[in-house]
Protein backbone atom coordinates (compact mmCIF):
# COMPACT_ATOMS: atom_id res chain seq x y z
CA UNK A 1 0.00 0.00 0.00
CA UNK A 2 2.38 2.53 -1.01
CA UNK A 3 1.53 5.86 -1.34
CA UNK A 4 1.43 8.04 -4.12
CA UNK A 5 0.93 11.56 -5.27
CA UNK A 6 -0.17 13.80 -8.53
CA UNK A 7 3.42 15.88 -8.36
CA UNK A 8 2.50 19.20 -10.61
CA UNK A 9 5.85 19.34 -11.33
CA UNK A 10 6.75 15.93 -13.41
CA UNK A 11 2.74 15.68 -14.25
CA UNK A 12 2.35 12.84 -13.32
CA UNK A 13 1.80 10.23 -9.71
CA UNK A 14 4.41 9.24 -8.22
CA UNK A 15 5.64 6.94 -5.02
CA UNK A 16 5.83 9.10 -1.89
CA UNK A 17 9.41 9.40 -0.82
CA UNK A 18 10.94 11.61 1.44
CA UNK A 19 14.38 13.29 1.88
CA UNK A 20 14.42 11.82 5.29
CA UNK A 21 13.52 8.42 6.40
CA UNK A 22 10.18 8.57 7.80
CA UNK A 23 9.90 12.66 8.35
CA UNK A 24 7.88 15.18 6.25
CA UNK A 25 8.64 18.48 5.75
CA UNK A 26 5.45 20.59 4.17
CA UNK A 27 4.81 24.12 3.70
CA UNK A 28 1.40 25.49 2.66
CA UNK A 29 1.26 29.07 1.03
CA UNK A 30 -0.79 30.84 3.24
CA UNK A 31 -3.23 33.77 3.50
CA UNK A 32 -2.47 37.56 2.56
CA UNK A 33 -4.01 38.86 5.59
CA UNK A 34 -6.16 41.82 4.51
CA UNK A 35 -9.81 40.60 4.59
CA UNK A 36 -11.17 38.13 6.13
CA UNK A 37 -10.89 34.32 4.77
CA UNK A 38 -13.04 33.10 2.23
CA UNK A 39 -14.78 29.55 0.61
CA UNK A 40 -11.23 29.25 -1.52
CA UNK A 41 -9.33 29.41 1.93
CA UNK A 42 -11.28 27.50 3.98
CA UNK A 43 -11.08 24.37 0.73
CA UNK A 44 -7.37 25.07 1.19
CA UNK A 45 -6.85 25.13 4.74
CA UNK A 46 -9.40 21.86 5.24
CA UNK A 47 -7.17 19.94 2.40
CA UNK A 48 -4.10 20.41 3.44
CA UNK A 49 -5.00 20.00 7.26
CA UNK A 50 -6.43 16.48 5.97
CA UNK A 51 -3.35 15.82 4.28
CA UNK A 52 -1.37 16.59 7.47
CA UNK A 53 -3.61 14.15 9.66
CA UNK A 54 -3.71 11.49 7.13
CA UNK A 55 0.37 11.36 6.98
CA UNK A 56 0.98 11.40 10.68
CA UNK A 57 -1.59 8.52 10.70
CA UNK A 58 0.29 6.27 8.42
CA UNK A 59 3.34 6.85 10.48
CA UNK A 60 5.00 10.02 9.25
CA UNK A 61 6.29 12.53 11.80
CA UNK A 62 5.14 16.19 10.30
CA UNK A 63 6.36 19.36 10.72
CA UNK A 64 3.95 21.99 8.84
CA UNK A 65 4.73 25.33 7.82
CA UNK A 66 2.06 28.08 6.84
CA UNK A 67 2.95 31.21 6.27
CA UNK A 68 1.42 35.07 6.69
CA UNK A 69 2.06 37.45 3.90
CA UNK A 70 1.52 40.81 6.61
CA UNK A 71 3.04 43.26 3.65
CA UNK A 72 1.71 43.37 0.52
CA UNK A 73 -0.45 46.73 -1.70
CA UNK A 74 -3.84 45.34 -0.69
CA UNK A 75 -2.90 45.04 3.11
CA UNK A 76 -1.19 48.81 2.46
CA UNK A 77 -4.45 49.97 0.68
CA UNK A 78 -6.77 49.11 3.48
CA UNK A 79 -4.47 50.64 6.08
CA UNK A 80 -4.77 53.87 4.08
CA UNK A 81 -8.76 53.64 3.49
CA UNK A 82 -9.06 52.49 7.52
CA UNK A 83 -6.62 55.27 8.29
CA UNK A 84 -4.97 52.38 10.14
CA UNK A 85 -1.46 50.98 9.57
CA UNK A 86 -0.06 47.73 8.01
CA UNK A 87 0.73 45.83 11.10
CA UNK A 88 -2.77 46.65 12.47
CA UNK A 89 -4.99 45.42 9.53
CA UNK A 90 -2.44 42.17 9.38
CA UNK A 91 -2.74 41.59 13.35
CA UNK A 92 -6.88 42.33 12.92
CA UNK A 93 -7.09 39.68 10.21
CA UNK A 94 -4.47 37.06 11.48
CA UNK A 95 -6.42 37.03 14.70
CA UNK A 96 -9.59 36.86 12.23
CA UNK A 97 -7.70 33.89 10.80
CA UNK A 98 -6.94 31.61 13.73
CA UNK A 99 -11.02 32.34 14.30
CA UNK A 100 -12.42 30.81 11.69
CA UNK A 101 -10.02 28.04 11.38
CA UNK A 102 -10.36 26.56 15.05
CA UNK A 103 -14.07 26.52 13.94
CA UNK A 104 -13.61 24.49 11.10
CA UNK A 105 -11.90 22.31 13.49
CA UNK A 106 -8.59 22.74 11.38
CA UNK A 107 -5.38 22.26 13.67
CA UNK A 108 -2.64 24.73 13.80
CA UNK A 109 0.79 24.49 12.20
CA UNK A 110 3.90 23.98 13.77
CA UNK A 111 4.99 27.32 12.83
CA UNK A 112 3.38 30.36 11.24
CA UNK A 113 6.24 32.66 9.89
CA UNK A 114 5.57 36.15 8.70
CA UNK A 115 7.31 38.07 5.77
CA UNK A 116 7.67 41.26 8.41
CA UNK A 117 9.92 38.38 10.09
CA UNK A 118 12.29 37.20 7.84
CA UNK A 119 13.60 40.16 7.09
CA UNK A 120 16.98 39.13 7.44
CA UNK A 121 16.32 35.85 5.26
CA UNK A 122 14.97 38.02 2.33
CA UNK A 123 17.86 40.18 2.07
CA UNK A 124 20.32 37.39 2.63
CA UNK A 125 18.75 35.37 -0.58
CA UNK A 126 17.95 38.79 -2.81
CA UNK A 127 21.87 39.28 -2.26
CA UNK A 128 23.07 35.80 -3.18
CA UNK A 129 20.98 35.89 -6.23
CA UNK A 130 22.53 39.15 -7.36
CA UNK A 131 26.26 37.40 -6.60
CA UNK A 132 25.13 34.78 -8.81
CA UNK A 133 24.30 37.02 -11.38
CA UNK A 134 20.68 36.31 -11.95
CA UNK A 135 19.11 39.33 -9.89
CA UNK A 136 20.26 43.22 -10.70
CA UNK A 137 19.55 46.14 -8.93
CA UNK A 138 17.62 49.34 -10.72
CA UNK A 139 17.34 52.67 -8.76
CA UNK A 140 16.40 51.26 -5.92
CA UNK A 141 14.50 48.35 -7.05
CA UNK A 142 16.02 44.77 -7.46
CA UNK A 143 14.87 42.61 -10.41
CA UNK A 144 15.28 38.73 -11.05
CA UNK A 145 16.35 38.25 -14.05
CA UNK A 146 14.30 35.33 -15.83
CA UNK A 147 15.81 34.57 -19.07
CA UNK A 148 19.25 33.42 -16.50
CA UNK A 149 17.14 30.62 -15.36
CA UNK A 150 17.25 27.67 -17.98
CA UNK A 151 14.73 26.38 -16.10
CA UNK A 152 12.21 28.57 -15.68
CA UNK A 153 8.36 27.43 -17.12
CA UNK A 154 8.73 23.80 -15.70
CA UNK A 155 6.00 23.74 -12.98
CA UNK A 156 3.59 25.40 -15.48
CA UNK A 157 4.25 24.62 -18.56
CA UNK A 158 4.86 27.86 -19.89
CA UNK A 159 8.03 28.57 -22.33
CA UNK A 160 9.03 32.37 -22.54
CA UNK A 161 9.06 32.17 -26.30
CA UNK A 162 4.88 31.62 -26.14
CA UNK A 163 4.43 34.34 -23.65
CA UNK A 164 4.22 37.31 -25.96
CA UNK A 165 4.09 40.26 -24.35
CA UNK A 166 0.34 41.79 -23.82
CA UNK A 167 -0.99 38.72 -25.23
CA UNK A 168 -2.97 35.59 -23.96
CA UNK A 169 -1.75 32.37 -24.08
CA UNK A 170 -3.17 28.87 -23.63
CA UNK A 171 -2.55 28.24 -19.69
CA UNK A 172 -5.62 30.08 -17.71
CA UNK A 173 -5.84 32.62 -20.59
CA UNK A 174 -3.83 35.02 -18.60
CA UNK A 175 -1.37 37.83 -20.18
CA UNK A 176 1.79 39.48 -19.54
CA UNK A 177 -0.22 42.82 -19.51
CA UNK A 178 2.80 45.64 -19.14
CA UNK A 179 2.32 49.63 -19.42
CA UNK A 180 5.16 51.03 -21.27
CA UNK A 181 5.07 54.25 -19.03
CA UNK A 182 5.26 52.51 -15.87
CA UNK A 183 8.44 53.80 -13.98
CA UNK A 184 8.88 49.96 -12.99
CA UNK A 185 8.65 48.27 -16.79
CA UNK A 186 11.23 50.80 -17.56
CA UNK A 187 13.60 49.97 -14.96
CA UNK A 188 13.82 46.22 -15.89
CA UNK A 189 15.45 44.46 -18.82
CA UNK A 190 13.54 42.45 -19.70
CA UNK A 191 9.80 42.48 -19.42
CA UNK A 192 8.91 39.03 -17.74
CA UNK A 193 11.87 39.93 -14.72
CA UNK A 194 9.89 40.93 -11.23
CA UNK A 195 10.55 42.30 -8.44
CA UNK A 196 12.71 40.68 -5.26
CA UNK A 197 12.99 44.51 -3.68
CA UNK A 198 11.17 47.40 -4.50
CA UNK A 199 11.87 50.71 -3.15
CA UNK A 200 10.45 52.60 -0.59
CA UNK A 201 7.52 54.93 -1.52
CA UNK A 202 6.50 57.93 0.66
CA UNK A 203 4.10 57.03 3.43
CA UNK A 204 4.51 53.43 3.23
CA UNK A 205 6.65 50.89 5.63
CA UNK A 206 10.39 50.69 4.76
CA UNK A 207 13.37 48.29 6.04
CA UNK A 208 16.86 49.47 5.44
CA UNK A 209 18.82 46.96 2.43
CA UNK A 210 22.13 47.41 0.40
CA UNK A 211 19.66 48.96 -2.33
CA UNK A 212 18.17 51.29 -0.18
CA UNK A 213 15.27 51.60 1.78
CA UNK A 214 12.12 49.33 0.51
CA UNK A 215 10.33 46.33 1.10
CA UNK A 216 10.43 43.02 -0.62
CA UNK A 217 8.21 41.42 -3.48
CA UNK A 218 5.83 38.73 -3.06
CA UNK A 219 7.64 35.78 -4.06
CA UNK A 220 10.83 36.43 -2.44
CA UNK A 221 8.82 36.32 0.68
CA UNK A 222 7.76 32.40 0.69
CA UNK A 223 11.53 31.51 -0.75
CA UNK A 224 12.71 33.05 2.31
CA UNK A 225 10.33 31.29 4.79
CA UNK A 226 10.54 28.00 3.24
CA UNK A 227 14.68 27.93 3.38
CA UNK A 228 14.80 29.87 7.00
CA UNK A 229 11.85 27.45 8.24
CA UNK A 230 12.72 23.98 6.44
CA UNK A 231 15.89 23.99 4.42
CA UNK A 232 16.68 24.11 1.03
CA UNK A 233 14.86 21.21 -0.21
CA UNK A 234 11.23 20.30 1.99
CA UNK A 235 9.08 17.27 0.94
CA UNK A 236 5.54 18.45 -0.08
CA UNK A 237 5.31 22.28 -0.84
CA UNK A 238 1.31 22.73 -1.48
CA UNK A 239 -1.01 26.03 -2.18
CA UNK A 240 -3.97 26.75 -4.81
CA UNK A 241 -4.08 25.70 -8.32
CA UNK A 242 -3.98 29.89 -8.74
CA UNK A 243 -0.74 30.13 -7.58
CA UNK A 244 1.07 27.90 -9.92
CA UNK A 245 1.78 30.71 -12.15
CA UNK A 246 3.67 32.75 -11.25
CA UNK A 247 4.01 32.47 -7.90
CA UNK A 248 5.19 28.83 -7.78
CA UNK A 249 7.21 29.09 -10.89
CA UNK A 250 9.05 32.46 -9.15
CA UNK A 251 9.62 30.88 -6.19
CA UNK A 252 11.68 27.77 -7.68
CA UNK A 253 13.34 30.16 -10.20
CA UNK A 254 14.52 31.67 -6.81
CA UNK A 255 15.39 29.21 -4.73
CA UNK A 256 16.93 26.33 -7.06
CA UNK A 257 19.68 29.30 -8.63
CA UNK A 258 21.01 30.28 -4.76
CA UNK A 259 21.17 26.38 -4.02
CA UNK A 260 21.29 24.18 -6.99
CA UNK A 261 18.76 22.19 -5.39
CA UNK A 262 15.15 21.18 -5.93
CA UNK A 263 12.87 23.29 -3.76
CA UNK A 264 10.79 20.41 -3.62
CA UNK A 265 10.22 16.67 -4.17
CA UNK A 266 6.39 17.23 -4.61
CA UNK A 267 4.52 20.38 -5.61
CA UNK A 268 0.63 19.65 -4.90
CA UNK A 269 -2.01 21.95 -5.45
CA UNK A 270 -5.82 22.34 -4.55
CA UNK A 271 -8.46 23.43 -7.39
CA UNK A 272 -10.43 26.12 -6.91
CA UNK A 273 -13.86 27.41 -5.52
CA UNK A 274 -16.55 28.13 -7.67
CA UNK A 275 -20.44 29.58 -6.49
CA UNK A 276 -23.12 28.50 -8.72
CA UNK A 277 -21.24 27.98 -11.40
CA UNK A 278 -19.46 31.37 -11.41
CA UNK A 279 -15.90 32.12 -9.95
CA UNK A 280 -16.30 33.66 -6.81
CA UNK A 281 -15.52 37.22 -6.65
CA UNK A 282 -17.17 40.68 -5.01
CA UNK A 283 -18.68 41.98 -7.94
CA UNK A 284 -20.84 38.91 -9.07
CA UNK A 285 -22.24 39.40 -5.31
CA UNK A 286 -21.00 35.57 -4.48
CA UNK A 287 -18.46 36.20 -2.42
CA UNK A 288 -18.92 34.28 0.99
CA UNK A 289 -16.37 34.68 3.85
CA UNK A 290 -16.21 31.21 6.33
CA UNK A 291 -17.81 33.54 9.14
CA UNK A 292 -20.72 34.43 6.98
CA UNK A 293 -21.28 30.99 5.88
CA UNK A 294 -21.07 29.34 9.50
CA UNK A 295 -23.07 32.11 11.41
CA UNK A 296 -25.49 31.40 9.46
CA UNK A 297 -25.97 28.31 10.76
CA UNK A 298 -24.13 26.14 8.60
CA UNK A 299 -22.24 22.94 10.56
CA UNK A 300 -18.32 23.26 10.81
CA UNK A 301 -18.36 19.65 10.05
CA UNK A 302 -20.85 19.46 7.00
CA UNK A 303 -18.30 22.17 5.54
CA UNK A 304 -15.29 19.39 6.25
CA UNK A 305 -17.74 17.10 4.39
CA UNK A 306 -18.01 18.77 1.53
CA UNK A 307 -14.52 20.03 0.88
CA UNK A 308 -13.85 16.12 0.99
CA UNK A 309 -16.38 14.98 -1.46
CA UNK A 310 -14.74 16.06 -4.38
CA UNK A 311 -10.98 15.01 -5.34
CA UNK A 312 -8.71 17.81 -3.33
CA UNK A 313 -7.14 18.60 -7.17
CA UNK A 314 -10.54 19.03 -9.03
CA UNK A 315 -12.78 22.35 -8.58
CA UNK A 316 -15.99 22.32 -6.49
CA UNK A 317 -19.07 24.09 -6.83
CA UNK A 318 -20.52 25.37 -3.67
CA UNK A 319 -23.97 25.48 -4.05
CA UNK A 320 -26.82 25.48 -1.51
CA UNK A 321 -28.19 22.07 -3.13
CA UNK A 322 -24.03 20.75 -2.41
CA UNK A 323 -24.29 22.03 1.49
CA UNK A 324 -27.87 21.03 2.54
CA UNK A 325 -26.19 17.23 0.56
CA UNK A 326 -23.74 17.43 3.27
CA UNK A 327 -25.20 18.49 5.63
CA UNK A 328 -27.66 15.50 5.81
CA UNK A 329 -23.75 13.45 5.42
CA UNK A 330 -22.80 15.01 7.93
CA UNK A 331 -25.73 13.66 9.98
CA UNK A 332 -25.44 10.28 8.96
CA UNK A 333 -21.88 10.27 9.87
CA UNK A 334 -22.30 12.18 13.25
CA UNK A 335 -25.00 9.49 14.20
CA UNK A 336 -22.51 6.81 13.95
CA UNK A 337 -19.85 8.73 15.97
CA UNK A 338 -23.14 9.01 18.78
CA UNK A 339 -23.17 5.44 18.92
CA UNK A 340 -20.78 4.87 21.66
CA UNK A 341 -22.04 7.78 23.96
CA UNK A 342 -25.64 6.64 23.75
CA UNK A 343 -25.25 2.91 23.97
CA UNK A 344 -21.91 1.84 25.32
CA UNK A 345 -23.24 1.83 28.67
CA UNK A 346 -25.80 -0.12 28.09
CA UNK A 347 -23.69 -2.27 26.69
CA UNK A 348 -21.43 -2.61 28.89
CA UNK A 349 -18.07 -1.46 27.41
CA UNK A 350 -16.81 0.37 30.55
CA UNK A 351 -14.03 2.08 30.52
CA UNK A 352 -10.72 0.03 28.57
CA UNK A 353 -10.90 0.50 24.60
CA UNK A 354 -11.02 -2.30 21.90
CA UNK A 355 -8.63 -2.93 18.89
CA UNK A 356 -9.88 -1.54 15.47
CA UNK A 357 -11.30 -3.28 12.52
CA UNK A 358 -8.00 -4.34 10.53
CA UNK A 359 -9.84 -5.10 7.08
CA UNK A 360 -11.69 -1.87 7.43
CA UNK A 361 -8.46 0.19 7.91
CA UNK A 362 -6.53 -1.51 5.28
CA UNK A 363 -9.39 -0.65 3.10
CA UNK A 364 -9.59 3.25 3.69
CA UNK A 365 -6.08 3.57 3.66
CA UNK A 366 -5.25 1.28 0.15
CA UNK A 367 -8.21 3.98 -0.98
CA UNK A 368 -6.45 7.06 0.06
CA UNK A 369 -3.21 6.32 -0.30
CA UNK A 370 -4.17 6.77 -4.09
CA UNK A 371 -3.37 10.74 -4.31
CA UNK A 372 -4.87 11.27 -1.05
CA UNK A 373 -8.43 10.01 -2.44
CA UNK A 374 -10.06 11.28 0.06
CA UNK A 375 -14.21 11.08 -1.12
CA UNK A 376 -12.93 7.11 -1.61
CA UNK A 377 -12.23 7.29 2.54
CA UNK A 378 -15.74 8.78 3.50
CA UNK A 379 -17.01 5.89 1.53
CA UNK A 380 -15.52 3.58 4.35
CA UNK A 381 -16.67 5.71 7.53
CA UNK A 382 -20.37 5.93 5.37
CA UNK A 383 -20.10 2.14 5.39
CA UNK A 384 -19.56 2.13 9.48
CA UNK A 385 -21.53 4.91 10.38
CA UNK A 386 -25.07 3.33 8.46
CA UNK A 387 -24.12 -0.07 10.46
CA UNK A 388 -24.33 2.01 13.93
CA UNK A 389 -27.13 3.42 13.19
CA UNK A 390 -29.01 0.70 11.94
CA UNK A 391 -27.70 -1.73 15.05
CA UNK A 392 -28.39 1.65 17.47
CA UNK A 393 -32.33 1.77 15.89
CA UNK A 394 -32.63 -2.27 16.44
CA UNK A 395 -31.39 -1.56 20.34
CA UNK A 396 -33.99 1.22 20.84
CA UNK A 397 -37.16 -0.85 19.58
CA UNK A 398 -36.30 -4.04 20.22
CA UNK A 399 -34.12 -3.33 23.25
CA UNK A 400 -31.33 -5.82 22.23
CA UNK A 401 -29.38 -6.71 19.30
CA UNK A 402 -28.19 -10.23 18.09
CA UNK A 403 -24.21 -8.33 17.46
CA UNK A 404 -21.70 -9.07 19.88
CA UNK A 405 -20.98 -6.06 22.04
CA UNK A 406 -17.17 -6.13 21.52
CA UNK A 407 -17.72 -6.24 17.72
CA UNK A 408 -20.01 -2.91 18.02
CA UNK A 409 -17.15 -1.13 20.20
CA UNK A 410 -14.66 -2.39 17.31
CA UNK A 411 -16.94 -0.40 14.21
CA UNK A 412 -17.29 2.33 16.91
CA UNK A 413 -13.60 2.97 17.51
CA UNK A 414 -12.77 2.20 14.21
CA UNK A 415 -15.31 4.96 12.72
CA UNK A 416 -14.44 7.42 15.25
CA UNK A 417 -10.49 6.98 14.51
CA UNK A 418 -11.28 7.44 11.30
CA UNK A 419 -12.86 10.29 10.82
CA UNK A 420 -10.93 11.85 13.18
CA UNK A 421 -7.92 11.55 10.39
CA UNK A 422 -10.25 13.52 8.19
CA UNK A 423 -11.13 15.89 11.01
CA UNK A 424 -14.64 15.04 11.52
CA UNK A 425 -14.60 15.26 15.38
CA UNK A 426 -14.39 18.64 16.52
CA UNK A 427 -18.49 18.88 17.14
CA UNK A 428 -18.76 15.08 18.64
CA UNK A 429 -18.38 16.05 22.63
CA UNK A 430 -19.78 19.69 22.05
CA UNK A 431 -23.38 17.84 20.17
CA UNK A 432 -23.27 15.28 22.85
CA UNK A 433 -23.03 17.87 25.43
CA UNK A 434 -26.46 19.72 23.50
CA UNK A 435 -28.09 16.82 24.37
CA UNK A 436 -30.58 16.77 27.24
CA UNK A 437 -29.21 17.72 31.08
CA UNK A 438 -31.70 15.30 32.42
CA UNK A 439 -30.14 12.03 34.53
CA UNK A 440 -32.00 8.77 33.21
CA UNK A 441 -33.97 8.55 36.75
CA UNK A 442 -34.96 11.85 35.75
CA UNK A 443 -36.10 10.78 32.05
CA UNK A 444 -37.37 7.50 33.82
CA UNK A 445 -39.44 9.27 36.06
CA UNK A 446 -41.31 11.82 33.30
CA UNK A 447 -41.98 8.55 30.84
CA UNK A 448 -43.59 7.23 34.56
CA UNK A 449 -45.71 10.73 34.62
CA UNK A 450 -46.67 10.09 31.16
CA UNK A 451 -47.62 6.61 31.62
CA UNK A 452 -49.67 7.84 34.37
CA UNK A 453 -51.76 10.51 32.33
CA UNK A 454 -52.69 7.95 29.26
CA UNK A 455 -54.00 5.43 31.85
CA UNK A 456 -56.10 8.69 33.03
CA UNK A 457 -57.44 8.87 29.29
CA UNK A 458 -54.97 12.70 29.58
CA UNK A 459 -54.09 12.52 26.39
CA UNK A 460 -53.06 16.24 26.39
CA UNK A 461 -50.48 15.99 29.45
CA UNK A 462 -49.44 12.88 27.32
CA UNK A 463 -48.36 14.73 24.63
CA UNK A 464 -47.03 17.73 26.61
CA UNK A 465 -44.86 15.52 28.49
CA UNK A 466 -43.41 13.79 25.38
CA UNK A 467 -42.86 17.07 23.63
CA UNK A 468 -41.37 18.47 26.45
CA UNK A 469 -38.45 15.30 26.03
CA UNK A 470 -37.99 15.76 23.10
CA UNK A 471 -37.53 19.46 23.82
CA UNK A 472 -34.44 18.24 25.89
CA UNK A 473 -33.27 15.82 22.83
CA UNK A 474 -34.82 12.67 23.85
CA UNK A 475 -37.31 10.49 21.78
CA UNK A 476 -39.82 8.05 23.34
CA UNK A 477 -40.44 5.01 21.14
CA UNK A 478 -43.63 3.17 22.23
CA UNK A 479 -44.39 -0.18 21.11
CA UNK A 480 -46.49 -2.85 23.23
CA UNK A 481 -43.46 -3.74 25.62
CA UNK A 482 -43.99 -0.40 27.06
CA UNK A 483 -41.64 3.04 26.04
CA UNK A 484 -37.88 3.28 25.48
CA UNK A 485 -35.89 6.39 24.75
CA UNK A 486 -32.81 7.60 23.58
CA UNK A 487 -30.93 10.62 23.11
CA UNK A 488 -31.09 12.83 19.92
Not at 121 to 136: S, T, W
Not at 302 to 322: C, G, K, W
Not at 368 to 380: E, I, R
Not at 433 to 460: C, P, T, V, W
Request: charged share 30%.
Amino acid sequence: MTLTLYNTLTRRQEPFETVEPGKVKMYYCGVTVYDYCHLGHARACIVWDVVRRYLQFIGYEVRYIQNFTDIDDKILNRACVEHSSMEAVADRFIKAYFEDMARLGIKEADEYPRATHTMNGILRLIHELENKGFAYPADGDVYYAVRQFAEYGKLSGRKLEDMQVGKSDAYGGLRLRVNMDDPEYQKKKDPFDFALWKAAKPGEPAWESPWGAGRPGWHIECSAMVRDRLGDTIDIHAGGADLIFPHHENEIAQSEAVTGKPLARYWLHNGMVKVDGEKMSKSLGNFTTIRELLDRGVDPMAVRLFVLTAQYRTPIDFTDEAIAAATNGWHTIKEGLLFGYQYGKQLDWGVGTASLLPETVERFQETVNNDFNFPGGLTVLFELAKELRREGNIIVHEGKTETSSDELKRQWQTLVTLAGVLGLEAEIEAETDKSSGLSDAEIEARIQQRQEARKGKNFAESDRIRDELQAEGITLIDSRDGTRWHRN
